[in-house]
């Protein structure tokens, strides 16, 4: 019969793997838990219009990355491309901006239908950081630190902050028809998929990857000159913020966010490590959206990591260990049946492990749980097992001591 087989872009997570998951994982929320940012979980499935309003339909995503269908009741369902638009609208609906400022964080799985290569999947996992009601350019300076700093913890150096300013949206509009209308004239020069968003998200196409584009791009109208003073004054204090933080950035004025609602602060954290798919993290602030999705204006700042980039850039030896304290191993039919309530009771004690079901010899278990890396073999044998005593072994340096399993849990070892 024909093995069945993931579906393309989509990627299991084998044991070895998730040990590292989770210490990325754990580390983030520890990160988030020291910075009082809270978190919050949204559903995966949403309803698509949610995403074209929210993202805008003349983005790549919205326009030919979701995972979109009808469900039995005819309603139009997306799976969810990006975490934002779902935190968003959770907190307009349960009226979470009306308790004030809002710091929340989310991690989870996402889904584009993108061309699978290193680094990209078409399911994938951000970590990331929302804060909503918040207009001060010392909260952008906050999540851009919190994102460094957790970059930080799991040990990546060799990091590279981008940083832009795409202004107001009054700037943005007539930088737009400055761009358009200077584009306009040189249309034949520029790649198909710059042509297309041409009318469609026409700034999207001075992040262009095509050399060619580039190239005619560096006598572009400038957005950095189209900024009005009042966004070039915030810019500034950004800037000055993250100086004084000694956080090293370098100004990058074709960076833009795939997506339609950033305005003012975005930035991108990239490693060169990372070969085409650099960018490991990607935010801005999004001061539309909310009342874009039907809520009162609202000044927001946001990112998002993706895991998978994370995980190439970690060294390897990380992770949370899968190594118990203790192995348990018996024979006979009283020591089996003692083994398993011994397993439980050391569990209930916190320590971890790993009971030998495998009914082989003492000596063959024993061997293994010599080699599984554990501090502790715990033998029962039939005729301890009936005297209510087990032995303990030191698989460090070898010595053995026999314990009452009346007083097990008194009499275990503190180290
Ligand atoms: P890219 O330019 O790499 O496509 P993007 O601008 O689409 O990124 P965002 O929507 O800002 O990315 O998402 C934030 C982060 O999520 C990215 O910087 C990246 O680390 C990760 N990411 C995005 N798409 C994918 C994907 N298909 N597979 C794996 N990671 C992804
Ligand atoms: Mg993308």
């Not at 959770?90 to 964080?105: D, V």
């Not at 460094?148 to 930088?175: M, P, T, V």
């Not at 018996?330 to 790993?354: C, D, F, H, P, Y």
Request: aromatic share 6%.
């Amino acid at each position: 019969m024909e093995q069945l087989q993931t579906l393309r872009g989509m990627v299991d997570l084998l044991p070895e793997a998730t040990a590292r998951w989770q210490w990325l994982e754990a580390t983030a929320r520890n990160h988030f838990r020291r910075a009082c940012v809270s978190e919050i979980r949204t559903p995966l499935l949403e309803a698509t219009e949610l995403f074209a309003r929210g993202i805008g339909e003349g983005t790549d995503v919205v326009g030919k990355e979701m995972y979109s269908f009808s469900d039995r009741g005819d309603r139009f369902c997306t799976l969810r491309p990006e975490g934002t638009a779902s935190v968003v609208r959770a907190a307009i609906q349960h009226g979470l901006l009306s308790q004030g400022p809002q710091k929340l964080w989310y991690s989870g799985a996402m889904f584009r239908y993108e061309r699978p290569q290193g680094g990209r999947q078409r399911q994938f996992h951000q970590i990331g950081l929302e804060c909503l009601g918040f207009s001060d350019p010392r909260s952008d300076v906050e999540a851009i630190a919190i994102a460094w700093d957790l970059l930080d913890a799991l040990g990546l150096g060799q990091l590279q902050l981008e940083l832009n300013s795409l202004g107001s949206r009054e700037d943005r509009q007539a930088y737009r028809s400055a761009l358009v209308g200077w584009l306009e004239q040189r249309q034949d020069q520029l790649d198909p998929d710059s042509q297309q968003r041409l009318s469609t998200n026409p700034l999207r196409i001075l992040d262009s990857k095509n050399p060619q584009t580039q190239e005619l791009l560096q006598e572009a109208p400038n957005l950095e000159q189209a900024l009005s003073e009042d966004s070039r004054n915030r810019y500034e204090q950004v800037k000055s913020g993250l100086s004084a933080l000694g956080i090293p950035f370098v100004c990058n004025p074709r960076l833009v966010r795939g997506l339609d609602y950033y305005g003012h602060t975005a930035f991108e954290i990239t490693s060169d490590a990372l070969g085409a798919q650099a960018t490991v993290c990607g935010g801005g602030r999004y001061d539309g959206l909310v009342e874009q999705l039907g809520g009162p204006a609202t000044g927001c700042i946001g990112w998002a990591m993706g895991l998978e980039r994370l995980m190439l850039l970690l060294g390897e030896g990380i992770g949370l260990s899968n190594t118990p304290n203790a192995v348990v191993v018996s024979q006979g039919k009283t020591a089996e049946a003692l083994a398993v309530q011994v397993a439980r009771r050391l569990r209930k004690m916190n320590q971890s492990v790993e009971l030998d079901l495998s009914g082989s010899g003492f000596g063959k278990q024993l061997k293994r749980a010599g080699k599984s890396g554990a501090r502790w073999a715990v033998l029962i044998g039939e005729e301890e097992a009936e005297r209510g005593v087990l032995q303990l072994k030191d698989l460090q340096n070898g010595e053995s001591q026999a314990l009452n399993l009346e007083t097990l849990e008194k009499d275990w070892p503190s180290s």
